[in-house]
């Protein structure tokens, strides 16, 4: 069992990423991946450090631009990572008219810092890290219009998981089905050295008992070489945790994957 999709990619389009997105197509054709989506962060925050650094129009000029380029050696697909969409629906609601195919979003910020600050650690126990963390979350899936919720439980890959599992989580994860929100498994903590992806599998089991059938699989890579990576890890924890297939979204509708 075999994913060919990366759908979680950053390109120099993001302050964080090293590599352009040529760079990152052409490894993704060496790789045999027939799906790449580009998602770099869209951030509002004041206090993030990719704060109002995409462009917004030379990005999207560009991937229409590589869709044509790579026209049947890869499926080019329009994504965006948009930092905390629920604290800003006016922009929200702009990127809605921009033709994406996918939109994920995700919480990264905590008391005005990175969420894997250690230094919160300083002011605050684990525990209310995660709590005020899982609360966040909870109210951006409360506010939805995404498709992708990205890297559930991240605090984890900088932080060490906390004692027990947040009943916040149960909650997250029923508003994710009843949205049809698609929940991503992010492969960028085997990187780390951790033996889990995010979020881990006790929560993807969680999600499936509850009725979850929607997962991605992105492997959040901010530089070539780790495009693609823990793709077939991530197959088997899904297998595992009783998924049918992953799926990707082509103009904002889910399709499932072809194993
Ligand atoms: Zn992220
Ligand atoms: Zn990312």
């Known amino acids: 069992m075999k994913i060919a999709a990366d759908l979680h990619v950053h390109s120099t389009f993001s302050i964080d990423a090293e590599d ?18 580009f998602t770099d962060h869209y951030d509002l925050l004041e206090e993030d450090i990719g704060y109002d650094y995409l462009d917004l129009d030379k990005y999207c000029r560009a991937l229409e631009a590589l869709r044509v380029e790579y026209d049947g050696k890869l499926r080019v697909l329009k994504g965006l990572e948009f930092g905390e969409p629920h604290l800003f629906p006016r922009e929200f609601a702009d990127i809605q008219e921009r033709g994406f195919d996918l939109i994920m979003a995700g919480i990264h910020s905590f008391d005005s810092c990175f969420i894997g600050d250690r230094t919160l650690l300083e002011r605050f126990s684990r525990e209310e890290v995660f709590e005020h963390y899982y ?33 916040l989580v149960e909650r997250i994860l029923s508003s994710l089905v009843k949205k049809g929100i698609a929940l991503e498994v992010n492969t960028s903590p085997l990187r780390k ?9 006790e929560i993807l ?5 509850q009725g979850g059938e929607r997962v991605t699989v992105g492997s959040d890579a901010h530089r070539s070489r780790d495009l693609g990576s823990g793709l077939r890890y991530a197959a088997a924890l899904l297998e595992r945790a009783g998924f049918e297939r992953p799926g990707y979204f082509y103009k904002r509708e889910y399709l499932p994957l072809e194993w």
């Not at 979350?137 to 932080?159: C, M, T, W």
């Not at 050295?193 to 599998?201: F, I, K, R, T």
């Open 193 to 201: 050295g951790l033996a889990e992806c995010s979020p881990d599998h």
């Open 135 to 167: 609360q966040e979350v909870l109210k951006l899936v409360e506010f939805g219009g995404f498709d992708v919720l990205a890297h559930l439980d991240l605090p984890k890959r900088y932080l060490g998981a906390p004692e027990g599992q947040n009943g």
């Open 205 to 209: 089991r969680l999600f499936q008992l």
């Open 20 to 37: 352009e997105m040529d760079a990152l197509c052409r490894r993704a054709v060496d790789l045999g991946l027939e799906f790449l989506c």
